[in-house]
């Protein structure tokens, strides 16, 4: 730290309160331009700066999506919203990197990985929600150093009906995760149905939606009559802040003719949050 010499008239009145109390003048000088190096903060991104550690973590989204997928009203396949970590910056100046972890804060316990064998960690989230997930590395001398970051992991159930005459009701889960930061903000859903083109006698039909909360009280509905062979109509709705549950879209098909008449089903449901994840932390692009 460079010296100096201060040199102020004494007839000054802010400066004669002062000088009747020169240590405290003293310790305003060193706090105002003593080095702020080593101290604990946060970088932004939930590092703490402290101790050997340099950890480095590349993440490309924040956001996900866990994809469900139906086949008349029955799911088939379910896969989680997958985060990746990049690790392989991480260095300590005390020696080797020995673990990269991950607390996902689901409930679930943290995850680790051999720094030894791999650098990148992958996450899947099987609920949905908001969460604030802390990602670790520890060196072979017990160092460790963390940072967290905010995730968001949404929800899309695709239900496929394909030529039924009475469409299966489809459910869907607004519950989030018990750990979420938050609820769902929105509930949006696409529902297509097709009056599938019959070679003979085409008939016309009449399509209902009616979308149920978890207590079975409808929130909204839509009718279509008139829908002839070969058309097909479509529901978009969107609801705000709806109550968590398992909530349920029934689909009902009237033929005023009296006879079977085949529809294609198509149903998206997706439950979305705030996007209050974290930015993303891609690796920088090489230099030429």
């Given at each position: 730290m460079v010296g100096f010499i201060l040199h102020v008239?004494?007839?000054?009145?802010?400066?004669?309160?002062?000088?009747?109390?020169?240590?405290?003048?003293?310790?305003?000088?060193?706090?105002?331009?003593?080095p702020l190096s080593g101290c604990l903060g946060?970088?932004?991104?939930?590092?703490?700066?402290?101790?050997?550690?340099?950890?480095?973590?590349?993440?490309e989204n924040t956001f996900a999506t866990i994809e469900e997928i139906h086949n008349n009203g029955q799911m088939i396949s379910r896969d989680g919203a997958e985060f990746?970590?990049?690790?392989?910056?991480?260095?300590?100046?005390?020696?080797?990197?020995?673990t990269f972890s991950f607390d996902p804060g689901d409930g679930t316990d943290p995850v680790s990985i051999d720094a030894a064998e791999e650098s990148i960690l992958i996450y899947e989230y099987l609920s949905h929600g908001i969460f604030t997930?802390?990602?670790?590395?520890?060196?072979?001398?017990?160092?460790?150093?963390?940072?967290?970051?905010?995730?968001?992991?949404e929800y899309h159930l695709s239900d496929t009906q394909p030529e039924t005459f009475e469409p299966d009701d489809t459910s869907f889960d607004l519950t989030p995760d018990d750990d979420s930061l938050e609820l769902p903000a929105q509930m949006r859903l696409i529902s297509t149905v097709d009056n599938t083109n019959?070679?003979?006698?085409?008939?016309?039909?009449?399509?209902?939606?009616?979308?149920?909360?978890?207590?079975?009280?409808?929130?909204?509905?839509?009718?279509?009559?008139?829908?002839?062979?070969?058309?097909?109509?479509?529901?978009?709705?969107q609801q705000v802040i709806p109550d968590p549950g398992m909530w349920t879209l029934e689909i009902t098909i009237e033929v005023?003719?009296?006879?079977?008449?085949a529809v294609d089903v198509q149903s998206d449901l997706w439950t979305l949050y705030e996007e209050d994840e974290s930015d993303p932390n891609?690796?920088?692009?090489i230099s030429p």
């Open positions: 008239p004494l007839r000054h009145p802010m400066v004669n309160k002062l000088t009747k109390k020169p240590f405290l003048l003293g310790v305003v000088a060193v706090l105002l331009f003593a946060d970088d932004g991104n939930g590092e703490e700066n402290e101790g050997p550690i340099d950890l480095v973590v590349y993440y990746s970590f990049d690790f392989r910056e991480t260095r300590s100046d005390d020696g080797d990197i020995v997930g802390v990602l670790s590395a520890e060196d072979e001398d017990n160092n460790t150093a963390s940072m967290k970051v905010t995730l968001r992991a019959t070679a003979i006698f085409g008939d016309a039909v009449t399509v209902t939606w009616s979308l149920k909360d978890s207590s079975g009280t409808e929130i909204a509905s839509k009718t279509e009559p008139g829908v002839q062979d070969g058309q097909s109509v479509t529901w978009e709705h005023p003719s009296g006879n079977d008449e891609p690796e920088p692009p």
